[in-house]
């Protein structure tokens, strides 16, 4: 390797070993039939039974799924769910996870723009061709953490024009587009069995282990847990819906289920790492990864914490930054480190040429992780492109754009997008996604979309919305901006679904005639600060007032405001749990938030679970 080489921007992962998949997952039922696969609440199933149940399903489904179908699931984390998976693979087909409930009308765009061989789930949630059509039940489990009450696979014809999943595909993810229509990743068996391969030589994943199914089922770390398990001979622990939210839940099940290796989305993972580390756990890895982190590990945490980087287009993980347990690793950011095995990274100027150095640009991913593309020539053609000349070891790269920095140590420093495309909740989203889902209600003839900060150090959405003419328009007698949201939650994920609403007469422009949302964010910023907020009734009111106007960056927010509705989500949820319990010492659970009226009852569910309400009753 020359000098200048050395002093550009390209680094380049170790040689990566190729790995089965499914053939693994077959050696250790032969090797291990009697050892646990799968444990989902009370119920444990050993690699022996997990096989069969796969090999019941597959063949419910072998005269109606061909190799290369795909095969859409709406199931959450259940062992339904991973036998699922397991016979949708032994049948060569193409998994698409969708996540239990992904939005009545973004399913219904996946069911006409994809050609779906079948859609798996509760039939109640399917879209009206599927739910209507022709159903064959399937004996998936129905005991277990979290278990759907019917599982049938439903079949409706391929409307015209629908895509199919390239030759070669493994698997399929969705990701955020700019149409408003969800994009499909396809990832080849090739990419995944290497991801997996140094995914288990990172952790020394094996027979004795137990790996949490946690991550959302319709983002694609999900599969990463589940296939590594699988693939090693350890114990695959479906977690709780409590787990998913709450770190005091999160902690406690980590302890009595004997996890020892864990994935966590970042919005989660940092509550856990802002207070001391729990007792008593037997984990001993801990990956991070769907968001920039924003605090490293303390020295008091006995687990080595991996910080990961990588976009669905790139098989999940790309780069990593692993962390020793016990050792002082500064307070700033961590970094999103150095390649996996068999990636090229290359931080590119705007003509496509490595920056020195030190010098940020876009972040290029190239080699073996990288997944087929999308189910859109057309879009794959855009993203996907010819290797820069002297970059070796790839013929093709992913413009991933993200902003990076790679140091002179060559380990990359994450700084944030270059285009409009945020991070939610560890989710990336297109704004323009968010508007045409507003766009598409009769009474909306624009939206747009805005990334503001939170004080929780993320982002927060919100929607500025310009009413149709006619039928007296929103905010007139007609229906207010948060009347709109049942609807656009039926097109996005929960993410997505912006913070606050607000309606406008016009939008400003900036001096080249496009829409200036910093100046949008500028008014709204007046608005909420615009007039005192109603104040609580009680010191516990006040704190929880205090606590949710931080957290959802709402500084109007009154004693009768609804949580949910004031944009606040299962994450803020937790956020506010965690909060809760440093102020009080209570612990509370997410759905007991969630359900209350208003923040007055939030207020007094606190009063009810103090210890000093305990020793007064």
Same mark, same amino acid.
């Given at each position: ?308 980087y990588g976009p669905a287009e790139a098989t999940v993980v790309t780069t990593t930054h692993t962390m020793a347990p016990g050792a002082d690793h500064g307070t700033g950011a961590p970094p999103i480190g150095r390649p996996v095995p068999g990636a090229v990274l290359l931080v590119a100027d705007g003509a496509g040429r490595p920056v020195p150095r030190g ?149 400003? *422009? /900036? #001096?080249? !005639?496009?829409?200036?949302? =910093? &100046?949008? @964010?500028? +008014?709204?910023? %007046? ?36 949580? *949910? /509705? #004031?944009? !606040?989500?299962?994450?803020? =949820? &937790?956020? @506010?749990? +965690?909060?809760? %319990? ?36």
């Open positions: 390797m020359t000098n200048n080489q050395v002093d550009s921007s390209v680094a380049y992962g170790r040689p990566h070993q190729d790995g089965a998949v499914l053939g693994l997952f077959t050696d250790w039922v032969r090797r291990t039939p009697d050892a646990p696969a799968l444990v989902d609440g009370a119920r444990t199933w050993s690699y022996a039974e997990l096989d069969r149940l796969a090999d019941a399903l597959a063949d419910s489904l072998r005269d109606r799924v061909r190799p290369g179908d795909l095969v859409g699931v709406c199931l959450d984390h259940s062992a339904g769910l991973v036998a699922v998976t397991l016979a949708v693979a032994r049948l060569g087909a193409v998994h698409l996870p969708l996540g239990p409930r992904p939005g009545e009308r973004r399913l219904q765009a996946v069911a006409r723009n994809l050609r779906l061989a079948c859609l798996v789930g509760d039939p109640a949630l399917l879209p009206p061709a599927h739910a209507g059509g022709e159903h064959l039940p399937l004996s998936a489990p129905l005991a277990g953490a979290v278990a759907d009450p019917t599982v049938v696979a439903a079949f409706a014809p391929a409307p015209a024009g629908a895509v199919g999943a390239p030759a070669g595909t493994h698997y399929a993810v969705l990701t955020s587009g700019s149409t408003g229509t969800p994009k499909a990743v396809a990832v080849g068996e090739p990419s995944l069995g290497s991801l997996l391969h140094w995914y288990r030589e990172l952790t020394g994943l094996g027979p004795g282990d137990r790996h949490s199914l946690l991550i959302g089922v319709a983002f694609d770390p999900h599969v990463k847990e589940l296939w590594a398990t699988l693939t090693s001979g350890a114990a695959l622990v479906v977690a709780p819906e409590a787990v998913r939210w709450d770190r005091g839940a999160l902690t406690d099940w980590w302890r009595s289920a004997g996890i020892t290796v864990s994935v966590l989305p970042t919005p989660l993972a940092e509550p856990v790492l802002d207070r001391p580390w729990p007792t008593g756990l037997a984990l001993r890895h801990l990956g991070i990864g769907g968001d920039r982190l924003r605090r490293a590990p303390g020295p008091d945490v006995t687990a080595t914490v991996h910080n990961m010098h940020s640009g876009e972040l290029w991913i190239g080699g073996r992780c990288l997944s087929l593309g999308y189910l859109d020539e057309e879009l794959t053609a855009r993203r996907f492109v010819p290797a820069p000349d002297g970059v070796e070891g790839a013929d093709r790269v992913y413009r991933t754009g993200d902003r990076v920095l790679m140091r002179p140590d060559g380990v990359l420093e994450f700084l944030g997008r270059l285009d409009d495309q945020v991070k939610v909740s560890g989710v990336r989203i297109e704004p323009a996604e968010v508007e045409a889902a507003f766009e598409r209600d009769a009474r909306v003839r624009r939206a747009v979309v805005a990334a503001r900060p939170d004080r929780a150090g993320g982002v927060q959405l919100v929607a500025f919305v310009q009413p149709a003419p006619g039928d007296g328009g929103l905010g007139t007698g007609g229906p207010t901006g948060a009347e709109l949201l049942p609807e656009v939650r039926a097109w996005l994920p929960e993410q997505a679904v912006p913070a606050v609403v607000r309606v406008v007469d016009a939008f400003p *422009l /900036d #001096a080249n !005639g496009k829409v200036d949302r =910093a &100046a949008l @964010l500028a +008014a709204e910023e %007046e608005t909420r600060g615009a007039g005192a907020a109603e104040e609580g009734a009680t010191p516990t009111e006040r704190t929880v007032l205090r606590l949710c106007r931080e957290l959802l960056g709402r500084p109007d927010l009154g004693p009768l405001d609804n949580f *949910l /509705d #004031a944009g !606040g989500n299962s994450l803020a =949820a &937790a956020r @506010l749990l +965690a909060a809760l %319990e440093e102020e009080y010492e209570v612990r509370l659970r997410a759905p007991q938030v969630l359900r209350q009226p208003d923040l007055r009852g939030v207020g007094r569910l606190v009063e009810e679970k103090r210890p000093s309400a305990v020793a007064a009753s």
